[in-house]
T-cell receptor, first 114, second 114 residues
Framework: EAQVTQNPRYLITVTGKKLTVTCSQN?????MSWYRQDPGLGLRQIYY???????DKGDVPEGYKVSRKEKRNFPLILESPSPNQTSLYFC?????????????FGPGTRLTVT | GESVGLHLPTLSVQEGDNSIINCAYS??????FIWYKQESGKGPQFIID?????DKRQGQRVTVLLNKTVKHLSLQIAATQPGDSAVYFC?????????????FGGGTRLMVKP
């Protein structure tokens, strides 16, 4: 089954404790992206990757890091989480190339930073 | 399930009626638009897309209308069903150098009354 998976689905952590949220897709998509979703603010892009070893900042990259060492994986790293990073996070992927393509979303990761 | 927005505009319709969800987009250079549906506890799911060289596109029970003059996008759902209850997001791609990047609207909550 074609899908985007994220782990963990729920995470409660404390300020300053480094964490990684994993994202994996099995559709051979070049493009992958991370979003955060907050009440009243919709989906905002954190980072994206056009292909392996190619990453770039989205609209709200501060406090986050990403890596793209393999095509299927795109982990989101919070080196020193803070309470304002409490949010619902989504990973998405799509084919790349001419024009824009439908993005497939993962099920979400609910992060709470205390 | 996860809360995706506590203060979203809400559209309440009777089961069997038609629904129209509206979206104003910001950039006249946008050339690709998508509607997503997000059910509680899930990631956004693709419904239908449209390119800027079209003004109407139909899917199964859904129609998207694009009015570039006033930068307005709408999603029409025919014979609305309880399973259509969700939050609906429009998204735009700015074209040219924007690659696969999507900018999302704030969302509208659709509630279907049985």
């Amino acid at each position: 089954e074609a899908q985007v998976t994220q782990n963990p689905r729920y995470l409660i952590t404390v300020t300053g404790k480094k964490l990684t949220v994993t994202c994996s897709q099995n559709m051979n998509h070049e493009y992958m992206s991370w979003y955060r979703q907050d009440p009243g603010l919709g989906l905002r892009q954190i980072y994206y990757s056009m292909n392996v070893e190619v990453t770039d900042k989205g609209d709200v990259p501060e406090g986050y890091k990403v890596s793209r060492k393999e095509k299927r994986n795109f982990p989101l790293i919070l080196e020193s989480p803070s309470p304002n990073q409490t949010s619902l996070y989504f990973c998405a992927s799509s084919f790349s190339g001419d024009g824009a393509y439908e993005q497939y979303f993962g099920p979400g990761t609910r992060l709470t930073v205390t | 399930g996860e809360s995706v927005g506590l203060h979203l505009p809400t559209l309440s319709v009777q089961e069997g009626d038609n629904s129209i969800i509206n979206c104003a987009y910001s950039n006249s250079a946008s050339d690709y638009f998508i509607w997503y549906k997000q059910e509680s506890g899930k990631g956004p799911q693709f419904i239908i897309d449209i390119r800027s060289n079209m003004d109407k596109r139909q899917g199964q029970r859904v129609t998207v209308l694009l009015n570039k003059t006033v930068k307005h996008l709408s999603l029409q759902i025919a014979a609305t069903q309880p399973g259509d209850s969700a939050v609906y997001f429009c998204a735009e791609n700015l074209g040219n150098n924007a690659g696969n990047m999507l900018t999302f609207g704030g969302g509208t909550r659709l509630m279907v009354k049985p």
